[in-house]
């Protein structure tokens, strides 16, 4: 049952991270990186930090956090009952 719970809070948790990795990507506009000595891959890790400083970005990113945390208080509530 313990294990259960685990895996339903790390998919909880790893679903929003997924997620919000794929838009940041998006919004940067960051296609495939494929050879880290390439200038198109600093020039896209600098589009990413700069949408990680930019609100917009974090307006999606509340949100589902707050859905996340959400989710995993209710979890350990059932789970507290159960015991």
């Known amino acids: 049952m313990a294990l259960l719970l685990h895996l ?3 998919g909880v948790w790893a679903s929003t991270i997924v997620i919000h990795t ?10 495939q990186l494929r ?3 390439d200038e198109r891959v600093r020039t896209g890790l600098n589009r ?10 974090w307006r999606g990113v509340l949100p589902d956090s707050l859905r ?3 989710i995993t208080t ?7 009952g159960l015991r």
Not at 23 to 31: D, I, K, M, P, Q
Not at 74 to 80: D, G, K, L, P
């Open 35 to 37: 050879r880290w000595e």
């Open 74 to 80: 209710m979890i350990f509530i059932i789970a507290w």
């Open 48 to 57: 990413i930090w700069w949408w990680l400083g930019q609100d917009e970005f």
């Open 22 to 31: 794929r838009r940041l990507f998006r919004l940067a506009c960051v296609e």
């Open 68 to 70: 996340a945390i959400e």
């Open 8 to 10: 339903m809070l790390a």
